[in-house]
């Protein structure tokens, strides 16, 4: 699969971004498709997952940090994953990566034998 990660920027605490992850090799169905971070001298850090079971179910997964700020959603048409970021906070700066894995990984893992995309920077400023 590649995974093709972008939407990051810099925006003021308080704003918005979304950022989109576009699978290429692979459909969604059977797999979890995940956003971390990782930001400067700390380990990467789970964000956000979804999994689809069958195609016409999902379930998803947040980071404490991010509930009810961000949300992550998919297109099956364009093959892609969103991470709808709000209410921006200045300790959300870091590079942004998309990962896939099968169903049954970890999500909050960042260890599990994920396929990654390349990073996309946010920077949110105070």
């Known amino acids: 699969v590649q995974l093709q990660a972008s939407g990051g920027g810099l925006v003021q605490a308080g704003g918005s971004l979304r950022l989109s992850c576009a699978a290429s090799?692979?459909?969604?169905?059977?797999?979890?498709m995940g956003w971390f971070r990782q930001a400067p001298g700390k380990e990467r850090e789970f964000v956000a997952a979804?999994?689809?079971?069958?195609?016409?179910?999902?379930?998803?997964n947040y980071a404490d940090s991010v509930k009810g700020r961000f949300t992550i959603s998919r297109d099956n048409d364009k093959n892609t994953v969103y991470l709808q970021m709000n209410s921006l906070k200045p300790e959300d700066t870091a590079v942004y990566y998309c990962?896939?894995?099968?169903?049954?990984?970890?999500?909050?893992?960042?260890?599990?034998?994920?396929?990654w995309g390349q990073g996309t920077q946010v920077t949110v400023s105070s």
């Open positions: 979804i999994s689809w079971y069958v195609s016409w179910s999902s379930s998803t």
């Open positions: 990962a896939q894995g099968r169903v049954g990984i970890i999500p909050s893992d960042p260890r599990g034998p994920w396929s």
């Open positions: 090799g692979r459909t969604f169905t059977g797999y979890t």
